[in-house]
């Protein structure tokens, strides 16, 4: 029996990793994000025809496995569902949420606690097949404490606020060239202001040591370990996992601070991609 061609997804509210999964050969591409809180059934549709299309056109997929942000809510997870079986009539398709899907890719099968810090956070406790609790993500205005978006708007606020000393509104004014009306106007204006704000996260990055930066990150991430992993009660004997570009670029704060809370450490991803390919070349 020749083996299923698989069509596997991460898709957050920046962009989506894709990955062709064909006789264990791996073809990885990456589009645009399809938040469904930022694009409609149509805008996804276009994107798939547009951006997956080209990779995929001379390979009939039998298998696709979508997991994305918003897809908790089931109107998200059936608009998707609906594109998909639109597009692929003859595959199998599951559609889930993007924690679901860092959890089989951070826990396998095993017990764990699984985190994402990207653009937004989230967080819960996998018991080795499901998702069994989960602290709520309450996006990037109500929560989403430890995020790109959660830490960029700290540098806004640090910025706005006159707190940075010369030397970092110097380093801020060369490194965005923009003023207190655009910013104003892209996050309560424009589309998008979770991405935008979170754009301001490579601020942190590219200016370590200065104590004022190093605060922001370690406080920012040590909200959501507060508010979020240790009401885990599972969280004190089971491994803690991170997937995201916060979480990877700022992984000596995270293993830090898991000492400091005396749990854990376990994977630290930068995507869930990889764990996926290898949940799905066995499930």
Known sequence: MIPSIKLIADSGSTKTEWCLLKNNKKTLFTTQGMSPYFVNAVQVEEIIRKEVFPFITKEKVGEIYFYGTGCKNPANKKMFKNIFSK?????????????????KALCGDEKGIACILGTGSNSCYYNG???????????FILGDEGSGAYLGKKVIQHYLYNIFDED???RFDARFVTTETEIIESVYKKPLPNRYLASFAIFLAENRGHYMIENIIEDGINDFFYTHIISYKESSKL???FTGGIAYGFQEVVKQLCFNYDLQVGNILRSPMEGLIKYHSTN
């Not at 597009?87 to 959890?103: C, E, Q």
């Open 239 to 241: 491994p803690i996992h």
């Open 168 to 170: 970092l509104r110097a």
């Open 129 to 139: 097949k499901k998702i069994v609790k989960n602290s709520p993500g309450l996006g």
């Open 87 to 103: 597009l692929f009539p003859d595959a199998a398709i599951v559609v889930d949420n993007d924690l679901s899907g860092a959890a």
